[in-house]
């Protein structure tokens, strides 16, 4: 029990702090253009792609490096020439834009490299069992996986509270035209957060690629995830988003490797259903097939117990 | 009155007409699929054209709604109940509303990103458990009926789908005619205002809430009867049918369409799905062209095509139409010429084979050739397509310019 439990964390926060790397990006841009982007996660599976296709140049480490760059300044060209444009034709536009871009970049992904699972592997430097617990090995990769995840927050931490820059991106969150007025250039600030919001982006991809396989569908799988992460967190709170991270992460994680169910939950409270009762799909329910959509169960209850989010305070 | 009755009797004429025009097997199908589309695609603008609220999750309804109605084309199979297959498609308009009520009931206490990020949740929320209630969705399989049951209507078994042609194209003009009614109503009208101001809304004493339920169910309602009309037509449903990818297209019709027209979500519909059911035949690349296209449209059409239909208004009501016609031809054709030049090239890049042939013309994908003649046509048409924007940009000022004058 003390293994399954131990190990279940170990993953829920591999897991929770790549959704973080995703969240913390989308959060940014929200609270400096006001819109939720759709295609963050697609930027994701670009940074994979890219990486996959230096990596078998130049190998992993090279990718590691490069591609997350690469994914970024997409990020940053599809802001100055897409979402600045569509931007005075209001709110409901521009998420339609960035809807529209993620349909785009996954077939754009299809047309460059195929339809089909990219072999992506890790490198082999990392390829050895960290350490090895109740007779489980727990990968190299994966600790790599966490060091590289801190390392991004704390340096992100420090260049938004401690660093010049970050203090006039602060600034040109709450206010833009003050910031401008004081000879900064903010649409250059907005197309640089955009950019690096994407690297980040991209980032998780480089590394999650090997691990959560690289294949086209791999955006909308996380996509969707990291939305209700940034919403359950209170849109535009960078700490709220890294608490909802973790705890999406953990959760599922727990619920995968938990082995309970409905059926336990009728034996506690002594009643029984014929196998042929109508509902008897939902008596036999488990908890590892339920996980999946726990998220989205736990993003509808959230919106309408505290619309806010955990850590929101921004009211619409 | 009668001006106001021309554009139905139009409509009502093409599609009584259309069938007989187009009758091959293909043509049937693609005119069903169209009247499932344009049902859907009208339900899902009175949430976002006419209510303002942006849904990621409409498929929900039409999915429920379709589900149902397969449960009840089986009930009719195995003479549970009796009634004829011809009310269908409302069986599976009321399940949408009893969903839109229930879910409703909680979601539409706000719009904007809320409304859109619980639209999101509900959506995969039903999606995913679409798979784990095996009962009622059939898992992975889906669930099938048999539409041939049951009492005849006049004689009519709805074996061929032409049958189902002309009761789809009833029920297409029933619920387009309610729901051109419903934006007339108070009703509908409060919807407009509550998209457009909630607090003013709230001020002159109604509950900007409810106003949003009441759309909320309507749209429920109509996208049901979409999903009855899908059941009736392919007898079968999966969770595909419920699911982000069928919620997404709807979106991409009603914003192609036009969001701030009536008729601009029947245009996206018939426009989407003639692109889905054409260009398929002859590329596999249909969706990224439409991803293009859309991305597209958003950047530069915010309005839809209706919308750019509806900008030559003023030129028209003024007679100066005639006076556009030279200058569109002039940069339309070398506009054409480049779309079609990208199109080649993207062709070129992606086929597998030896040997393509491009509108008749053949191109090789490993003759330089090839690839210097399409550049080179396409690199000029862009120039001159670029170099004739400003003779339209003059000629669209004159024309509308001209109509003020005199207005005046």
Redesign the interface.
């Known amino acids: 029990m003390l293994e399954v439990f131990i190990f279940a964390t170990l993953n829920g926060l591999v897991t929770g702090l790549l959704l973080f790397m995703l969240a913390s990006g989308l959060t940014l841009i929200f609270s400096m253009m006001g819109v ?1 982007n759709f295609a963050h996660a697609s930027f994701y599976m670009l940074g994979a792609y890219f990486a996959y296709s230096i990596s078998s140049y130049l190998g992993f480490w090279t990718g590691l490096l490069v591609a997350p760059v690469v994914a970024g300044f997409c990020g940053a060209l599809v802001e100055r020439y ?1 979402l600045r ?2 931007h005075k ?1 209001g ?3 521009e ?3 960035t ?3 993620a ?2 970049i ?3 992904v ?2 460059l490299w195929g339809r089909d699972t990219k072999n992506y592997q890790q490198p082999e430097l990392l390829d050895f069992p960290l350490f090895t617990l109740f007779g489980q090995e727990f990968s190299a990769y994966r600790g790599f996986m966490i060091f590289i995840s801190v390392a991004i927050f704390i340096g992100l931490y420090y260049t938004l509270t401690r660093s010049r820059i970050g203090i006039i991106i602060q600034a040109a969150i709450t206010h833009p035209h003050t910031v401008a007025n004081l000879g900064h250039n903010v649409p250059l600030i907005f197309m640089g957060v955009f950019g690096v919001g994407s690297a980040l982006a991209g980032v998780a991809g480089v590394i999650a690629g090997p691990v959560l396989t690289t294949f086209p569908g791999m955006a ?1 799988v996380l996509g ?1 995830i990291v ?2 992460i940034v ?1 359950i967190g209170g ?1 535009g709170s960078l700490a709220g988003a890294f608490v909802a991270s973790l705890l999406i992460g953990l959760l599922q994680s727990y619920a995968i490797a938990s082995d309970v169910g409905m059926p336990d939950l009728l034996d506690l409270i002594g009643v029984s259903f014929e196998r042929s009762h ?5 008596w036999t ?1 488990t908890l590892p ?2 996980a ?2 726990l998220p ?2 736990l ?2 209850l959230v ?2 117990f505290r ?1 806010t989010g955990l850590l929101g305070k921004r009211e ?1 | 009155m009668l001006t106001r009755l021309i554009p139905w009797i139009g409509f009502t004429a093409a599609l009584l007409i259309l069938p007989l025009l187009f009758d091959s097997i293909l043509a049937i199908s693609v005119l069903n699929q169209m009247a499932i589309a344009i049902v859907f695609a009208l339900a899902y603008n009175m949430l976002l054209g006419q209510g303002g609220m942006l849904s990621f999750g409409h498929a929900v309804y039409f999915g429920l709604g379709g589900f149902m109605a397969v449960h009840a084309l089986i009930m009719i199979e195995y003479e549970t109940v009796y009634f004829s297959v011809t009310l269908i498609p409302l069986v599976g308009g009321l399940f949408g509303l009893l969903a839109a009520i229930f879910i409703g009931s909680f979601s539409t206490r706000k719009a904007g990103t809320v409304f859109a990020m619980i639209s999101l949740g509900i959506g995969e929320l039903i999606a995913a458990s679409s798979l784990i209630f095996v009962d009622f969705f059939g898992g992975e399989a889906g669930v099938s009926g048999d539409r041939t049951f049951g009492p005849l209507f006049f004689g009519v078994d709805f074996a061929q789908n032409v049958e189902v042609y002309y009761l789809a194209a009833f029920w297409v003009l029933v619920a387009t005619l309610f729901m051109y009614l419903f934006t007339q109503t108070p009703a509908g009208r409060m919807a407009n205002a509550v998209r457009d101001n909630p607090e003013r809304a709230e001020f002159i004493g109604y509950s900007a809430r409810r106003v949003r339920f009441i759309s909320f169910c309507a749209s429920g309602l109509f996208a049901g009867i979409a999903g009855g009309l899908f059941a009736m037509n392919y007898e079968f449903l999966t969770e595909e049918n419920l699911n982000a990818a069928t919620s997404g297209r709807v979106l991409l019709m009603a914003y192609i369409g036009g969001l701030g027209y009536f008729i601009g979500p029947i245009v996206g519909a018939v426009v989407l799905t003639l692109m889905n059911s054409l260009l398929s035949n002859y590329t596999e690349l249909w969706m990224l062209y439409l991803g293009i296209m859309f991305v597209l449209t958003v950047m530069f059409l915010p309005r839809g095509f209706a919308g750019f239909i509806m900008m030559h208004q003023m030129a028209w009501y003024h007679g100066k139409l005639r006076s556009l016609f030279i200058p569109y031809l002039i940069t339309g054709l070398p506009a054409l010429i480049a779309v079609l030049g990208v199109v080649a090239l993207i062709e070129l890049a992606h086929t597998q084979e030896e040997l393509l042939h491009f509108l008749g013309i053949p191109l090789s994908p490993s003759s330089a050739i090839s690839w210097v003649v399409v550049i080179t046509v396409t690199a000029v048409a862009v120039n001159a397509t670029r170099r004739s924007l400003g003779q339209l940009k003059k000629a669209w000022e004159f024309a509308n310019e001209a109509a003020m004058g005199t207005r005046e």
């Open positions: 939720l897409g444009h569509v034709h709110h409901v536009a998420l339609v834009f809807f529209g871009l349909f785009l996954e077939e754009i299809q047309f909308i969707s939305f209700v919403v849109l109508p509902l008897n799909d939902l329910l097939q339920i999946p959509i989205f169960l993003l509808v919106l309408i619309p619409e």
